[in-house]
């Protein structure tokens, strides 16, 4: 992963451990998101499990109707990690995952004026070949600035 092995190791534990969503999306922004020479690392990849995800949040958040659109994901080598943008319903988003865990974020900020962002923890599974299930643990720790 070119020099980034040990930042994307200590993001797939603060993923697993860290209560608080705002310190494990800023350790991304800071350390990877918005650093360069790892972005032009990245080749353009698809997931499907991660799709599926993504647009049953998306029903889940806004309603039938909703999906996932304009999803970039991007792998950095050959490790279990990919990350990119989404748009879900009338958020825009930034998103990372591991597939050996089925764990990721997404970070979802509104465009409305006024409007906030929202952190979603998740982890999936495939219920059977076509169709993925997720589950998020942002009851007690959803957060909306």
Same mark, same amino acid.
């Given at each position: 992963?070119? @020099?980034?092995?040990?930042? #994307?190791?200590? =993001? !797939?534990?603060?993923? &697993?451990?860290? +209560?608080? %969503? ?33 647009s ?6 806004? @309603?039938?109707?909703?999906? #996932?659109?304009? =999803? !970039?994901?991007?792998k &950095?080598?050959? +490790?279990? %990690? ?19 865990l089925?764990?990721g ?17 998740f982890s ?15 009851d ?6």
């Amino acid at each position: 992963m070119g @020099g980034f092995c040990e930042q #994307v190791e200590t =993001l !797939k534990n603060m993923l &697993v451990n860290e +209560g608080d %969503f705002n310190n494990v999306i800023a350790y991304f922004l800071s350390n990877l998101g918005s650093i360069r020479v790892f972005a032009n690392q990245g080749k353009p990849t698809k997931n499907k499990i991660l799709r599926d995800i993504l647009s049953s949040i998306a029903v889940k958040s806004y @309603g039938e109707g909703f999906t #996932v659109t304009q =999803l !970039k994901l991007f792998k &950095v080598g050959n +490790g279990p %990690f990919c990350h990119g943008t989404c748009r879900l319903g009338p958020e825009v988003g930034a998103i990372f995952f591991f597939d050996d865990l089925n764990i990721g974020m997404l970070s979802l900020t509104s465009l409305e004026p006024m409007g906030g962002t929202s952190y979603i923890r998740f982890s999936g599974t495939f219920l059977d070949a076509d169709k993925a299930a997720f589950f998020t643990d942002n009851d007690e720790n959803a957060t909306r600035h």
